[in-house]
């Protein structure tokens, strides 16, 4: 019986182990079945796109591709015909994409022109009084203050108005002396015009002078008469007070010209030009329109807040300017030396920080296709960028939907933003199209920063983006007042959170990490005082 089972076992096991070598000796031979077919097809695929047979392929996945027309085996959409080159080859950096991927995509294209660079630039600036048109009105002769007739600052005078009275004894003394030179007028003459010349340059009159000769008798105080028209601006001393020679009384300020003060910031310098025409409003004058010629623009940038002044000298008719009126004015800037320039809107430049990309359309009786393009960007136009190289004017550009360009070459491993080397075609399909552009939008280099910044109105989002832009290496800057808090794209190879902080705490904002300087704060226009961040 034991022997009869032992039997049993054996022939089982031989049973098992011959039917494992069968099965994959049939396996073996199916797989080199397959790659065998795997191999042909391969070789039938060179040599169809070898030679003059028509390719077509997916324009939403270009891994695809065919010897006949049909429909995409991943998204199900009629295929197309694979671009070739003048040649007739397979161009290997070109992007095929039917009308209905482009509408699909929401691809959007435009003819590259030339125009003269012109930028809107916003500038915040004050009026100030005109620094040549402010005048001391001193006494020209020393003694006692005895009378003020001007009591109040803002009061306005008149040219030759009298504002004060000094009681002088040299005054006196001056007097006593023309009058015995006047005793011995025919024989010393030169003696007699030496005592007039003497009261004339105390700034009395030659009327004054001979009313003195008539009465024969010296007046005690002397008439302070204005020098000039304007308004008094500060009274620096006050009845009773003793005075010397040149001593100012008064300071007044003539309004019938003033300057307009605006801010230029670090990052706008190379915009702005003397001569350059500026229109500004101002709030507390609502429905007026100003407009003047910038006539100087400061040669030195200030340390803390990173500003430079340019002027406007306006007249003031009407006197409806006055000093410390916030201002707020438009430029229209034309960039010096670039006229004709090559512009293109910002949708259409794909940005890594290391280069700028353009997507080329390229249009021929196989259908429609794009190649990348590297540019060289010059400076920013609001919405737009000057094309320094790398475009000519009449080529045709994808100005929208760049992303979805950019993520077919990537899946057909062809040239892209990410990767301008690539050449070899992937087989894979992936489906985080949302993902994989995300990718596309950083570059290693490039870092999105939030961080709080204090502030309280449109003119402190101003400042606080202006100041950041002028920071080497951050792109992007912008500040919701609502959240009070800034958005930064910035380059991690030029600058860092730091750097951007300090910056903008030293132009008046009190930051995550910083603190603005009391002394910039409290500089800062009234409406931009906000609450203070505690630490």
């Not at 030659?206 to 008094?232: C, H, W």
Request: contains cysteine; hydrophobic residues 35%.
């Amino acid at each position: 019986m034991m022997k009869s089972n032992k039997k049993t076992i054996a022939i089982l096991i031989a049973i098992l182990l011959t039917g494992t070598l069968i099965g994959y000796l049939a396996g073996n031979r199916q797989s080199n079945k397959s790659k065998h077919q795997q191999i042909e097809a391969s070789a039938n695929q060179r040599i169809s796109e070898s030679s003059n047979q028509q390719i077509w392929t997916c324009s939403m996945h270009p891994q695809i591709r065919q010897n006949e027309p049909g429909s995409c085996p991943i998204c199900g959409m009629d295929l197309i015909p694979l671009e070739k080159d003048e040649n007739g080859e397979i161009d290997p950096m070109a992007i095929s994409m039917s009308p209905t991927a482009m509408q699909l995509a929401s691809i959007n294209t435009a003819i590259v022109g030339t125009m003269n660079p012109i930028k809107s630039i916003r500038l915040n600036g004050k009026v100030q009084e005109d620094e040549r048109r402010v005048f001391s009105q001193p006494s020209h002769v020393p003694g006692r203050i005895e009378n003020l007739t001007v009591n109040f600052t803002g009061e306005q005078v008149k040219k030759g108005q009298v504002i004060a009275t000094v009681y002088s004894p040299e005054l006196v003394t001056a007097q006593n002396e023309l009058f015995e030179a006047q005793k011995s007028k025919e024989t010393q003459p030169e003696l007699f015009n030496s005592a007039k010349e003497k009261l004339k340059n105390w700034k009395l009159t030659e009327r004054q002078i001979e009313n003195m000769l008539k009465s024969g008798s010296p007046t005690e105080t002397f008439e302070v008469r204005a020098d000039v028209s304007g308004y008094v601006t500060q009274k620096i001393v006050n009845p009773g007070e003793y005075i010397s020679k040149g001593d100012p009384i008064y300071k007044i300020s003539d309004f019938s010209r003033v300057w307009v003060l605006f801010d230029v910031y670090e990052s706008e310098m190379g915009w702005i030009r003397v001569g350059d025409k500026v229109e500004f409003t101002v709030s507390s004058i609502p429905g007026e329109n100003f407009a003047g010629i910038i006539s100087y623009i400061d040669p030195v940038i200030d340390a803390q807040t990173r500003v430079a002044k340019a002027r406007v000298e306006i007249s003031n008719t009407g006197l409806v300017l006055k000093p410390e009126m916030f201002v707020s004015g438009t430029i229209q800037a034309k960039l010096p030396k670039k006229s004709n320039a090559i512009v293109v809107p910002k949708t259409a430049v794909m940005w890594t920080g290391e280069r700028s990309v353009v997507y080329v359309k390229h249009s021929t009786e196989q259908g429609v296709s794009f190649k990348m393009r590297k540019v060289t960007l010059g400076p920013a136009l609001g919405e737009s960028y000057i094309i320094e190289n790398g475009l000519e004017e009449g080529e045709e550009i994808a100005i929208n939907g760049t992303f979805s360009i950019d993520a077919a070459a990537q899946l057909a491993g062809k040239p892209s933003m990410m990767s301008p080397e690539s050449s070899s075609a992937m087989t894979g399909h992936d489906h985080g199209d949302n993902k994989m552009e995300e990718e596309l939008l950083h570059d290693e280099h490039t870092k999105h920063l939030s961080f709080k910044v204090a502030g309280s109105c449109s003119m402190c989002k101003d400042r606080i983006e202006k100041t950041a832009l002028s920071v080497n290496g951050v792109n992007k800057a912008n500040w919701d007042e609502k959240s009070q808090t800034v958005h930064i794209d910035f380059d991690l190879q030029k600058t860092n959170s730091d750097e951007i902080q300090k910056a903008i705490a030293k132009a008046g904002h009190d930051t995550e990490k910083f603190k603005a300087p009391d002394s910039v704060y409290k500089s800062l226009p009234a409406c931009c005082l906000y609450d203070r961040l505690s630490y």
